[in-house]
Structure formats: structure tokens, C-alpha cells
């Protein structure tokens, strides 16, 4: 099992920057990716980003590329993702998620654990 937790969420004004952190733990070895989803009020969760955790490689969702940037510290089990420029569209519960699964990067990989949510609220 592996269990995450997320942090960093908050309320911003439209422009600014916010950083997410989802820590790991348990049996993170056998995981090989991390991946971060959001979903507003009224709409479907919808894919942001995911980063290897064996290679760094990353893959975004073409709405927040070149505006979120995903990071990987291995030695503390935690993945980042910076968020700048933040749109009010952004605002919603992100939750970070782990894939056992040795494929690709892509938006529809399979992930195995979930965090529980951090809201993240945009003001315009």
C-alpha cells in the first residue's frame, strides 16, 4: 500500500503562483509515476500532469503547460507542482495519485492510490 498526502493548496488572486506537495509513504518503491488531477465543483476530474518517479520524465495537459512545472524529490517521497500564473479556471480540488504501472506517460494511465484533495481557489 501506499499512502499520500497532499498539501499547499489555498486561496490566490489571478496571476499568482501556488506550490502542491504530496508526500508518500508505504510501499512507494513500487510505484512509478505520480500524477495530479483536478476536479471543479460541477465537472469531472479531469488530468493536469505526471512525472516518472524513476526517470523525471514529464507529461501535461495542454492547459496548464508551460504554466505548471512538476518536480520529484525521491529522497523525501514527494512530488511538487508548481503552479504559477494561476487562472480562476484552475480553481478546484487537485489530488495526487501513484501509478504502479511501468508505461508511457500519458492522461489516461492507470493510478493505483489517491491522496485526498487540496482545494486550490483562484480569485479574478
Known amino acids: 500500500q501506499v499512502q499520500l498526502v497532499e498539501s499547499g493548496g489555498g486561496l490566490v488572486q489571478a496571476g499568482g503562483s501556488l506550490r502542491l506537495s504530496c508526500a508518500a509513504s508505504g510501499r512507494t518503491a513500487s510505484t512509478y509515476s505520480m500524477g495530479w488531477f483536478r476536479r471543479a465543483l460541477g465537472k469531472e476530474r479531469e488530468f493536469v500532469a505526471t512525472?516518472?518517479?524513476?526517470?523525471?520524465?514529464?507529461y501535461y495537459a495542454d492547459s496548464v503547460k508551460g504554466r505548471f512545472t512538476l518536480s520529484v524529490d525521491n529522497a523525501k517521497n514527494t512530488v511538487y507542482l508548481q503552479m504559477n500564473t494561476l487562472k480562476p479556471e484552475d480553481t478546484a480540488v487537485y489530488y495526487c495519485?501513484?501509478?504502479?504501472?511501468?508505461?508511457?506517460?500519458?492522461?489516461?494511465?492507470?493510478?493505483?492510490?489517491w491522496g485526498q484533495g487540496t482545494q486550490v481557489t483562484v480569485s479574478s
Open positions: 512525472i516518472s518517479t524513476k526517470g523525471g520524465n514529464t
Open positions: 495519485a501513484a501509478s504502479r504501472s511501468n508505461v508511457p506517460l500519458g492522461p489516461r494511465n492507470e493510478y493505483d492510490y
